[in-house]
C-alpha cells in the first residue's frame, strides 16, 4: 500500500543504512534496486538464516540502541558460525513505530560496526511501520572440498565423540533473572553479564576453524540441554555430560569480582544448562580430533571446554562423578522456573 | 531469551512449513540446522530481496490467510521477477500473536501453493511470538552470459527507450478504497478488485523472458509514477506517457460487469499512476527491441502495453494528445487523497 512510505524509507536507507562495497566483496549490488546480486565463490555452499527479534520477547524496551543493532546481528551470526560459513553479507528488514533519529543512529552504528568486523555487508531490506520488529537473514560461504560439503551439521555426532563448549555460558540469564528481580548480584558482575546478555559474541571464526575437525555443531541460544538436545536427536545419539566440568562454564565465576558464592551449585548447573542467548558453540568432534579442537579454539583465540562424551542410547544425563548418572529433561535443572 | 519458543516453534514448523526438496532443486539443505545450505549453479549470480509485512499496514487484518500467505511470497517473487531471476528458496520469519491451527493451515497452504507453482523451495526461517509480522526473503538465480550480469537493474533506461507496464493497474487500490469506504462499484467488480488486492500475480516468467531485452525493470508496489521514478532517477533520465494509452491499463474497465462509468478520468488515470499494490512491472527497451519484448510477453502469456517513451530531460510527465505535456509530482494525479 502507498501509505507504507510515509516513514521516509528512502532518505532513512540512505542515511543510516548505505554503505561503499568491499572491492573484493561477492556483493555485486548492494541496497538500493529490487533485489541485491551476489556472485558466491565457485566451488562453495552459501548458507542462509533468519531470525526474526521482538520488543518484549527478545529484548527490553529499555536497550540500548547501540547493544541492540549489535545483538541483532550477533544471534544471526552465530548460525553461522555453527555451520563453519564465513559470513558475506545480510539483508534486515525492521518495523518501527516511528522514525526515531536517535534510535536509528544507535541501532545502524551498533549493527554496522558488528557487520564490518566480519566482513558482512548490509545488501538490502525493507523498513515499515509497525510494531518493532527486527528480522535479519544473514548469508555465509563454505568452501567446497573435493566436491563435498564441509558445512557443520547438527546430524553428524556419533557414539563415542567429545562434546565440547565454547566461552561461557549462564551470564545472559543471570543478567535477565536481575532485571526480573528473582536473584541480586553486586553491581559489577551485573555490568558483565548484562553485556554478555546485550552484546553476545558470535563464534565466527571457532565455528570456520572447526570444518573438517567437528563432527556436529549447533549454537546455543535456548539453553545448552536443549541444543545439545537438537544435535542429539538430528544424529540419533545420546549423551553424558559431567557436571563437574559443566560448572565450569559458568560465566559468573571468572568475573573479577567473584559471585560463586551467590549460587548453590544447582542454580549455578541451572544456568549453564538451561541459561539461553549465550550464543556460544556446542559441537561434537571424535577423540583422535582432540588436537585438532584444541588447534581450532587456539587459532581462533576462543576458550574451549569438554564437557562429556556422546553415547549410543538416547537421552541427555548428567554425572556428578559419584552417583549413577541423572537423565534430565529439558527442564529438570531450571532452577529459575 | 527461552519463553521465545512457547508456542511449541518445531512443531508448528514440522507441521506447517516442512516439505521435501525436489531432487532437482540447489537447495542442499532446508529447514531444520541453524542455516539452509545453497549450492547455486555456477556461472549465475543470486538475486535476493527481502519485504516485511505488518497487520494494518499492508494488509486487513480480516484478510482471509489463504490469500495472505499468497500474497506474503507474491510481493517478494515480484522483486525477482523485476530483476529477471529465476526462484529458488525463501525463508519466512513470522511473529504470531497467538499459534492459531486454522489461520496457520490456510497462511501456509496460501504460501506454499505459490511457492511450489514457482519451484521456489521454502528452505528456512524463524517463528516467534509478537504482533503479527511476516518477513519473507527471497532467492532466485540469474545465469551470467559471457560471464556478465545479466540482471534487469533500475539504472538501464536510456533516452530514446520505450516504457512498457504488463497487465492491469489500479485494481488494487479501487479495493482498499472500497473498503475505505470512499468510493462504490457494483458486487462483482469489488470482487475481482479485491482478488488482485489480495491475490497479486508475481510477473515471474515475463521478468526471466525480458532478460537481454528490457534496459530497465522495476515492480510497480508504490504505484506507477514512483516506481517509474526510481527507473528514472537511477537512469538520470525523464519520461513522457501518453494518458490515453496509459489509461488502458485500467484493470476495473476489463471487468465483465463494465464499471468505468464509476469514473471520470482523473480519477481513472489516478489509478492507473498512483494505485499501489499492483505487482506489475514496468520496464523500458529500445525501440529496435519492440519485437523481442512482444514475443518475451506471448512467451510468458502475459499481456503488455507501450505506453510512453524515456527522454534525456529530467522528470516524468503526461501528454493527452493535445495540449502540452503536464509535469507530474509524486501525487498530482492521486485524486483519492
Redesign the interface.
Given at each position: 500500500?502507498?501509505?507504507?512510505?510515509s516513514l521516509g524509507e528512502f532518505e532513512l536507507i540512505q542515511r543510516f543504512f548505505t554503505h561503499p562495497l568491499r572491492a573484493d566483496s561477492p556483493v555485486?549490488?548492494g541496497v538500493?534496486?529490487?533485489?541485491?546480486?551476489?556472485?558466491?565463490q565457485?566451488n562453495s555452499?552459501?548458507?542462509?538464516?533468519?531470525?526474526?527479534?521482538?520488543?518484549?520477547?527478545?529484548f527490553l524496551s529499555t536497550t540500548d540502541p547501540v547493544r541492540l543493532g549489535h545483538k541483532a546481528l550477533a544471534v544471526n551470526l552465530s548460525?553461522?558460525a555453527?555451520?563453519g560459513?564465513k559470513p558475506i553479507?545480510l539483508?534486515?528488514?525492521?518495523?518501527l513505530p516511528r522514525a526515531d533519529e536517535a534510535w536509528l543512529a544507535g541501532f545502524s552504528q551498533g549493527l554496522l560496526r558488528l557487520a564490518q568486523a566480519h566482513g558482512c555487508e548490509l545488501?538490502?531490506?525493507?523498513?515499515?511501520?509497525?510494531?518493532l520488529?527486527i528480522?535479519i537473514?544473514v548469508?555465509?560461504e563454505?568452501p567446497l572440498k573435493d566436491g563435498r560439503?564441509q558445512?557443520l551439521?547438527?546430524?553428524g555426532a556419533r557414539p563415542g565423540d567429545d562434546v565440547y563448549v565454547s566461552g561461557t555460558l549462564g551470564d545472559a540469564?543471570l543478567a535477565?533473572e536481575v532485571f526480573r528481580g528473582t536473584v541480586q548480584v553486586p553491581g559489577p558482575v551485573f555490568e558483565a553479564a548484562r553485556t554478555r546478555l546485550e552484546q553476545p559474541t558470535p563464534r565466527v571464526a571457532l565455528g570456520q576453524a572447526l570444518r573438517g575437525v567437528a563432527s556436529a555443531?549447533?549454537?546455543i541460544s535456548?539453553?545448552l540441554s536443549?541444543d545439545l538436545g537438537h544435535i542429539l536427536q538430528?544424529s540419533g545419539v545420546g549423551a553424558t555430560l559431567d557436571a563437574r566440568q559443566a560448572i565450569q562454564l559458568l560465566g559468573v565465576q571468572r568475573y573479577p569480582v567473584n559471585a560463586r558464592g551467590v549460587f548453590d551449585s544447582q542454580r549455578a548447573l541451572s544456568l549453564v544448562l538451561?541459561g539461553?542467548?549465550d550464543y556460544e558453540l556446542v559441537f561434537t568432534a571424535p577423540p583422535q580430533a582432540a588436537a585438532a579442537v584444541a588447534a581450532a579454539a587456539q587459532a581462533s583465540a576462543t576458550p574451549v571446554l569438554k564437557i562429556g562424551g556422546i553415547d549410543a542410547a538416547p537421552g541427555l544425563r548428567l554425572w556428578d562423578g559419584d552417583a549413577a548418572p541423572q537423565t534430565l529433561n529439558a527442564t529438570s535443572f531450571d532452577h529459575f522456573k
Open positions: 500500500m502507498p501509505s507504507s512510505k555485486r549490488l538500493g534496486d529490487d533485489c541485491a546480486l551476489l556472485q558466491p565457485p555452499e552459501l548458507a542462509i538464516s533468519s531470525d526474526m527479534l521482538v520488543e518484549g520477547r527478545h548460525d553461522l555453527a555451520c560459513a553479507g539483508t534486515l528488514a525492521l518495523a545488501i538490502g531490506g525493507d523498513t515499515t511501520q509497525g510494531p520488529n528480522c537473514t548469508f555465509g563454505i560439503s558445512a551439521l547438527r546430524s540469564r535477565l555443531a549447533c549454537d535456548d539453553g536443549g538430528s538451561n539461553g542467548d
